[in-house]
Structure formats: structure tokens, C-alpha cells
């Protein structure tokens, strides 16, 4: 299990009842081992945030950002918390809601594209173990 601080514990459940349309739509999916038989969860704490994918056997987590991450306060927030994720070996991958919404397609094909290359690693590394 990934570090959280538990304080997080009750916003994410609130968060998982109000996604936007966007989250919604990538939640119908991919929910639990619809992508590559690997499950996913959703609003998911994760250090000291709350991501809003988390697919552990993968080792992926996926932002679908709304407006407020195009601000320059956004990015830097989103760059911080990425380096954080990322040194727990964990890849972020990230759309905006309108890439969600009108390149639905696009969207899957590139988070299929990401645990298919996770998984790979992740089996090259058990190989040589």
C-alpha cells in the first residue's frame, strides 16, 4: 500500500461522489480490469494528495485537469505533485477534460499504450530478478 495521510481519506470519498463529466466518462471506462486486466481506482489518496486514477499494478496515475491547472499556479502545483508521484516510481499521465470528452478514443488508446509499456517493464524487471 502507498503512503497517504489519512486526513484524506474522507475529501476523497466525497470526490468520488461528485466527479465532473469528464471523470465520469473515463470512469465508465475503465473500471476495475477493463484495461488490460489491470484495475483502477479513483480519487485515490497518494502522499498528500488525492489523484483522481490510480491503477497500482501498473504503477500509473491519470489526472483528467479541469480549468483551473492551465493557471500558472496550476502548473506548478501539477509539476510539484508529479515529481512527487514520480519518486515513488509512479508514471502520471495527464488530460484535460475537454481532451476526455471529444478524443475519448485518443484518450484510451494512450492509457492502454502506458500499462501495456508498464506492464512490459514491470515483467522485464521480474525476469531478471
Do not use: C
Request: aromatic residues 8%; without cysteine; proline residues 5%.
Amino acid at each position: 500500500m502507498r503512503p497517504y495521510e489519512r486526513v484524506l481519506k474522507n475529501p476523497s470519498r466525497r470526490l468520488r461522489r461528485g466527479l465532473s463529466a469528464a471523470e465520469a466518462r473515463l470512469w465508465f471506462l475503465v473500471p476495475r480490469q477493463q484495461v488490460l486486466g489491470v484495475p483502477f481506482y479513483r480519487q485515490k489518496p497518494l502522499l498528500g494528495y488525492i489523484v483522481d486514477f490510480y491503477a497500482p499494478a501498473a504503477g500509473l496515475v491519470i489526472e483528467v485537469d479541469g480549468a483551473q491547472h492551465l493557471t500558472q499556479s496550476g502548473r506548478i502545483a501539477d509539476s510539484r505533485r508529479t515529481s512527487d508521484l514520480e519518486r515513488l516510481g509512479l508514471v502520471v499521465i495527464r488530460f484535460d477534460n475537454l481532451q476526455v470528452l471529444n478524443e475519448t478514443v485518443a484518450v484510451m488508446e494512450e492509457i492502454y499504450r502506458v500499462v501495456r509499456g508498464r506492464l512490459e517493464e514491470k515483467a522485464g524487471a521480474e525476469s531478471k530478478s
